[in-house]
């Protein structure tokens, strides 16, 4: 643990993972690699296995083959919380919230991981809360805060827990992109500064391009395609499945 | 410790609480025997519906069958101290244990199996009536027939035996709900209370923050059935009989935890005042239904007062009434 606060960023591997739901397979074989303290991105069309290779990689599912190491330990039969321990931090695609909890309990419950000391958690909370913006909202109840402010909540509550690598699944959907903007600042800046690993879900062109230094493109449960975020925009497989024929940019 | 308890509680709440408080513990010197009785069973409502309320109102697990533990502890230290001649006060940690081991092989099977919700309570209803129905059939523990605990006159009072007037069983009642009372609110205080009440909002979120469900919702199991289990072995005491089916049946179930519902589920003082409101009402019903000969009308009006407090204050009596009063400060529910 460094003077920071915060753990060493830690490598991910995925090595042919599959998910099969009663006959369809979700995740087929699907492998990349995440280097420790750079920032990647997951993208592909709905349905494409991206939220289910997040899961897995969670613990929230366990795959029916294949491996996740993060820095060469294995997490495949590990439970949630006990991944959340060993270092990974994640955010949910439809935000989840302790509802009856104030802002400042729901990201303290993250920092409860790592000390028992509840006020010292709660200081930390505040932190976190103060990185997102969100500080003057601590009181507040996540039901009464708007949706970016929610999606921040959801990322504070993750930072929290003082995570080696961070999974972001969508959380710049539905922000504007002013606000896009600002979170893409946020995960930008916590990369340089504590080296955090970060491996997003996105379909915010704008943000994947901004952020990652490399992209994974998964459609119909399999990776299509790996590469700079330069290199997957112009590969005609990518361009014909997931971005239709138009150009992105 | 001392600030953990009285963080963030307003001096408006203090005062009024020492009032109360001073009120209860004054109260064997003024009120009649009647009125004695009737605070007696308040706050034995108000102990269980506290140790219930860990359950559901902080850890989000609905238990239907809380008799159990009562039924437990009551038998246990009951058959120890007849057949055995073991006195309560060691009695009530053989109950205790009965009671926790009970509770955690419920939880034991609810949790590994992802038994959730209603069906959770399910369990727990099932475990309180087949219980029910072993003890009928154990002559051992009188059956059908009832248990009889020995009653002796003029011993004067001895808390260790659990023998003496009706004001020393009043005293005994009402430190065990004060005791509560603080336990609960240095629990929901700590991180202990923090990761049940993440648990009880959402699970799924719980886990992915680090929460290790299944250990805290056994530790929420295991506390609450063990405070269930000694409130079995003051009423065993105080009543000195013991029949299964009033015991262990679930509309026993029902009633230990109806206070809790109408004074407020997740709130500190809302099992202590739902069972203040109740229990008094209750009293008077019944006193209408011998007068008038109307035979089920206590049962009726208890099924209206659920329906009017789901309809009206969904979230209690407590979180609707210290907000009129001013007393809870910034935090609903989880810090009442």
New interface residues.
Partial sequence: MSVTGVREPAGLKVEGITKRFSGLTAVDKVSFEVEPGTIQALIGPNGAGKTTTFNMI?G?LQPDEGDVKLDDRSLVGM????I??AGVG?T?QIV???????VL?NV???A??WT???DE?RAYALEMLDLLGLADRR?A?PGSITLPDRKCLEVA??LA?KPKLLLLDEVMAGLRPTETDRMVEIFRRRNRETGLTILLIEHVMRAVMALSSRVVVLNYGKVIAEGTPEEVTRDPDVLHCYLGAEEIG | MMKRLLDGVSPRALVLLAAFAAALVAAPYVASPYVLSVLIISLYFAFVGQAWNLMIGFAGLLSLGHALFVGLGAYTSAVLFIQFSIEPWAGVCAAIAVSVLMGSVIGYLGFRFSIRGVYFALLTIAFAEFTGILVDHSGWLGGSSGLFLPVTHGNGNNVFMLRGSQSMFYYVILFLTGAALVLCRLLVSSKLGLYWLAIREDQEAAEASGVPLFRYKMIAVAISSGMTGIAGVWYAFYYNNLFPEATFSTAQSIELILGTVVGGVGTLFGPILGAFLLTPLGEVLTGLTESFDIDGIKTFFWGLCVIAIVLFRPGGIWPWLSGLLDLDGRRRRSQP
């Fill in positions: 969670a929230a439970r949630p919380d006990q959340c321990r994640r949910f989840r919230p302790f509802n009856e909890l104030p309990e303290a419950v993250g409860l991981v028992d000391d509840i958690a009181e109840f509550r993750a827990t």
